[in-house]
């Protein structure tokens, strides 16, 4: 059975990076970091390393008062290297058109950046 891990946070008016409060995409990369590390620590009881991208896709706009949700999926174990697979998922938006402190839970999450790596944790450190 693969590991899986799963994150959530708010992203902040000090996440927006650009106009309209707009998210740099490097943040899902950020989130997609963490969620390795969970998964590697689950596997191997080790953080590893990550190593390489693949495959990053950025489908959605992000904005402060998203709440973001990053998974993550081990799909191969080598010798030494971990492959997965990431989503992240916008799951409530902030509804400032009502009042300053709206939110709405999305029926269906907005799928927002998608990505396929590889990390490394070396045979010296994997515990498991």
Do not use: W
């Not at 899986?4 to 309209?20: E, F, L, T």
């Not at 400032?96 to 709405?104: F, G, L, T």
């Amino acid at each position: 059975m693969s590991e899986k891990a799963m994150i959530r946070m708010r992203m902040s008016m000090h996440d927006a990076h650009y106009g309209g409060n707009l998210v740099d995409g490097a943040k899902m990369l950020n989130l997609f970091g963490d969620v390795a590390t969970e998964l590697l620590i689950r596997q191997d009881g080790d953080e590893g390393l990550f190593a390489a991208y693949e495959k990053v896709e950025f489908l959605a706009p992000v904005y402060a008062g998203d709440f973001i949700e990053a998974v993550g999926e081990i799909t191969h174990v080598g010798n030494s290297s971990r492959k997965m697979i990431f989503e992240a998922r916008k799951v409530i938006v902030p509804r400032p058109e009502i009042n300053e402190s709206a939110c709405d839970v999305l029926s269906e999450p907005v799928v927002v950046c998608r990505a396929v790596g590889t990390c490394v944790v070396p045979k010296d450190k994997q515990r498991k």
